[in-house]
């Protein structure tokens, strides 16, 4: 099965959004929300499932989500914050200094 074959699923929980391959975790991006502001604060893979393409649909997810919620965003996690710079036209609206 390739990673194009197989399902994905991102959800959110109390304080991370988690993404699912096949109903098995496989990375999550954890978060802190503070003051009308989520600080996202670290971002894993689980080393099985890198290289697959997961963290632009799990970062792009948790952005969407968070952006419905009415927050801003505060990008510590250097994996958030490169995706942010690369995406600015679609998420550099959310972040705060």
């Known amino acids: 099965m ?7 699923q991102v959800r959110k929980d109390a304080a991370r959004f ?3 391959v096949d109903g098995e975790q496989a990375g999550f991006a954890a978060f802190e929300d503070t003051d009308g502001v989520r600080d996202f604060n670290h971002t894993v893979v689980d080393p099985a499932f890198r290289g697959q393409g997961l963290s632009k649909p799990l970062l792009a997810a948790a952005l969407d989500a968070t952006r419905k ?3 801003k ?10 995706f942010v710079e ?12």
């Open 86 to 97: 690369k995406n600015q036209d679609d998420y550099g609206d959310l972040v705060v200094e």
């Open 73 to 82: 965003v505060r990008p510590t996690c250097s994996a958030v914050a490169g």
């Open 18 to 20: 988690v993404i699912e």
């Open 69 to 71: 919620e009415g927050l």
């Open 2 to 8: 390739t990673a194009s074959d197989s399902q994905r």
